[in-house]
C-alpha cells in the first residue's frame, strides 16, 4: 500500500517551524505517561492529546460512477493517486483523444 500527502507551500513553511521531532521509529504501544517506540520511550505530560495519522486515506478509493458519459465529465477523487495535477492532465488527454465515453471510462 502507498502513502502519500499534499501539501501547500505555506503549510509546508510552517512544517519547517517544528523544532522537537522524535526519530525513535514506530509506535509500539501508547501508556498513560509514555509512547513506546522501536527505538526507545518518549514521556508524555498529563493530558497529552495523541493523533493516529496512520489510517490510509485513499483506503481502496475508487470511483462508483463513470467519470464520462455523453456531455459530461464527472470529476474524481483523483485518477492517480497524489497527484491532481497529473489527474487532471490525464482527462484532458482521454478528453482530447477520444470521442466514446464508454471506451474513455474503460481507460481509468
Same mark, same amino acid.
Given at each position: 500500500?502507498?502513502?502519500?500527502?499534499?501539501?501547500? #507551500?505555506?503549510?509546508?513553511? !510552517?512544517?519547517?517551524?517544528?523544532? =522537537?521531532?522524535?526519530?525513535?521509529?514506530?509506535?509500539?504501544?501508547?501508556?498513560?505517561?509514555?509512547?513506546?517506540?522501536?527505538?526507545?520511550?518518549?514521556? !508524555?505530560?498529563?493530558? $497529552?492529546?495523541?493523533? =493516529?495519522? #496512520?489510517?490510509?486515506?485513499?483506503?481502496?478509493?475508487?470511483?462508483?460512477?463513470?467519470?464520462?458519459?455523453?456531455?459530461?465529465?464527472? !470529476?474524481? $477523487?483523483?485518477?492517480?493517486?497524489?497527484?491532481?495535477?497529473?489527474?487532471?492532465?490525464?482527462?484532458?488527454?482521454?478528453?482530447?483523444?477520444? #470521442?466514446?465515453?464508454?471506451?474513455?471510462?474503460?481507460?481509468?
Amino acid at each position: 500500500q502507498c502513502r502519500g500527502a499534499l501539501i501547500r #507551500t505555506a503549510d509546508l513553511h !510552517l512544517l519547517r517551524t517544528v523544532q =522537537d521531532v522524535v526519530r525513535l521509529g514506530r509506535v509500539t504501544a501508547v501508556r498513560p505517561n509514555r509512547l513506546e517506540l522501536e527505538k526507545g520511550t518518549m514521556p !508524555l505530560e498529563p493530558g $497529552s492529546l495523541l493523533v =493516529d495519522c #496512520t489510517a490510509c486515506g485513499t483506503g481502496g478509493y475508487t470511483a462508483n460512477y463513470d467519470v464520462w458519459s455523453p456531455g459530461h465529465i464527472r !470529476l474524481s $477523487s483523483n485518477l492517480t493517486l497524489f497527484n491532481p495535477s497529473h489527474s487532471s492532465a490525464l482527462v484532458a488527454y482521454i478528453e482530447t483523444t477520444s #470521442t466514446d465515453a464508454a471506451a474513455k471510462n474503460k481507460f481509468i
